[in-house]
């Protein structure tokens, strides 16, 4: 049995989990090493949970270890990089524990904040943005409808692109 729900900020012993799940995710993936400037931003869910809302998937009957998480920003928040008109609301940060790959838990996380996004922030527009080498995710993301969106692909000093991805409710 598993169960997601919002990590909220005063939940400390949840939010370091969740921040060294999140780098742990990133550097198995070899999608950042640990000198890269991205591991501290991986690593602060805190930050996550005061400025978006930040969903987390436990084992049990939601008391057990983390088995993932994603970041949800909407436009004109600190966190939103790719939100950039006025309902939207950004995913970010997806990450799931390497021991608990390919069991849906990365597709039920996008879902649920896909349903976060609509029915409590009343998103217009869900966006994401995703490395070319997330090959895993981009399959999640279109296998729940989201649509590439070349408008949205930006460039982080030098290194990118970074592919964006809308999905309309």
Same mark, same amino acid.
């Given at each position: ?5 919002? =990590?909220?900020?005063? $939940? ?5 989990? &969740? ?9 198995? #993936?070899?999608? /950042? %090493?640990?000198? #890269?400037?991205? =591991?501290?931003?991986?690593? %602060?869910?805190?930050?996550? @949970? ?12 939601? +008391? ?5 998480? &994603? ?9 939103? $990089?790719?939100?950039?008109e006025e309902g939207d609301v950004e995913l970010r940060m997806l990450a799931v524990s390497p021991l608990e790959r390919g069991r849906g838990v990365g597709a039920e996380l *996008?879902?649920?904040?896909? #349903?976060? *996004?609509? +029915?409590?922030?009343? @998103? ?8 070319? $080498? ?5 399959? &999640? ?7 590439? #969106?070349?408008?949205? %692909?930006?460039?982080?000093?030098? $290194? ?5 991805? /809308?999905?309309?409710?």
């Amino acid at each position: 049995m598993t169960a997601i729900r919002a =990590v909220e900020p005063h $939940e400390t012993s949840r939010l370091m989990e &969740i921040g060294q799940l999140t780098a742990l995710a990133y550097l198995a #993936d070899q999608l /950042v %090493d640990e000198t #890269d400037d991205y =591991v501290p931003e991986l690593k %602060d869910a805190a930050r996550r @949970a005061s400025e978006g809302t930040l969903l987390a998937m436990f084992g049990g009957d939601g +008391d057990g270890s983390v088995l993932g998480s &994603i970041t949800i920003a909407p436009h004109g928040t600190p966190l939103a $990089e790719v939100a950039n008109e006025e309902g939207d609301v950004e995913l970010r940060m997806l990450a799931v524990s390497p021991l608990e790959r390919g069991r849906g838990v990365g597709a039920e996380l *996008a879902k649920a904040a896909m #349903d976060f *996004a609509v +029915d409590e922030l009343g @998103a217009k527009r869900v966006v994401l943005s995703t490395m070319q $080498e997330m090959k895993v995710a981009h399959r &999640i993301y279109e296998r729940l409808g989201f649509e590439r #969106d070349e408008s949205l %692909d930006w460039y982080y000093d030098g $290194e990118g692109p970074f592919l964006g991805y /809308v999905w309309t409710p």
